[in-house]
């Protein structure tokens, strides 16, 4: 069977999934940062640009150890905003000898869809996508196929540089960013009527995965824990209170935390919560499939003959 790779430049992280479309033989995540600063300059900055590339050079590494049919690597919410995206582009794939594609809104919100309801029942659809980034929110909704989708503006890093100077974050400026947000949903549901439709709310992306990791105390990071852990309204207010009184410095000490989000954390604690809230949803089905898995599906010769993918390693 033969093996395809799939690599996500995100807002916060990049990420590689190494499968033959049943089985996942590499998941690797690094916190680059490759949309810093992005927001206020336009630009990608130089340190990120390189922090980036670490991580792709040590992907191409382990991307060696296999025979790949094919790779699809992607980039999303800082390189769309950013001016100077091919002082990224060009080394990055000469690097993984394959040109990024720079995803739109609707694109990512598409991928991320198929990845994160391979493996849901579409009798228990329509489902809402969330795929909650750094620079990016992507929204898609629909059972067996996308019906409706939309990307705006907001995600962790970016509501973290534009409200969130204080540490802990000032009361204020929670506030502001609850206002923002709240009135951001409201034109979502405006241009995305079919959004108010769905019967059940998926979380992606790492704020969800990373809140709904607090939330069991995971001393250790656990795919098999947290992927379909369902995560209640209650929670996630609980868990946002917890981390938005907290200073950084005795934040990052949270079980379940990464320490390297731990300073965006609350930007997108700031996106759950007011989605929660405004969308009027109970509970949020985690997902750790995603645009990844959407990637690979997108390669395979015959996805519809395909399993449920099953991962032997993680990281």
């Not at 898609?140 to 204080?166: F, H, K, M, N, Q």
Request: with cysteine; proline share 4%; hydrophobic share 45%.
């Amino acid at each position: 069977m033969a093996n395809y790779a799939a690599i996500d430049v995100g807002t916060n992280s990049a990420r590689l999934l190494i499968s033959d479309g049943v089985t996942s033989f590499e998941r690797l995540m690094r916190i680059t940062r490759l949309g810093r600063g992005t927001d206020a300059s336009g630009r990608l900055d130089p340190a990120a640009i390189e922090t980036t590339l670490a991580a792709l050079r040590e992907y191409r590494t382990v991307m060696d150890g296999f025979d790949l049919a094919s790779v699809r690597m992607t980039a999303t919410s800082a390189a769309r905003d950013a001016a100077n995206r091919e002082d990224f582009f060009g080394p990055a794939g000469e690097i993984i000898g394959s040109a990024p594609e720079l995803l739109s809104g609707t694109e990512e919100a598409e991928l991320s869809f198929l990845g994160a309801t391979a493996e849901l029942d579409p009798v228990d659809g329509p489902f809402l996508v969330v795929d909650i980034g750094g620079g990016s929110t992507e929204f898609a909704v629909g059972s067996t196929e996308v019906e409706g989708s939309i990307s705006v503006d907001v995600g962790c890093v970016r509501i973290t540089e534009r409200y969130l100077d204080s540490d802990p974050p000032a009361p204020e400026e929670l506030v502001a960013a609850l206002s923002v947000l709240s009135a951001t949903w409201d034109e979502v549901k405006i241009e995305v009527p079919a959004v108010t439709m769905a019967n059940h709310f998926v979380g992606l992306a790492g704020t969800v995965v990373n809140v709904a990791a607090v939330e069991i105390g995971l001393a250790a990071y656990d795919r098999n824990a947290t992927h379909h852990f369902r995560l209640t309204r209650a929670a996630v207010e609980d868990v946002f209170r917890t981390l938005a009184t907290e200073s950084l410095a005795d934040r990052i000490y949270n079980p379940g935390l990464e320490r390297e989000r731990a300073d965006v954390i609350v930007g997108g604690l700031c996106v759950l919560v007011s989605l929660m809230r405004s969308f009027g949803f109970d509970e949020c089905l985690v997902s750790e499939s995603d645009i990844l898995d959407g990637l690979i599906a997108s390669q395979l010769p015959a996805f519809g003959d395909q399993q449920p993918e099953q991962d032997i390693r993680g990281a």
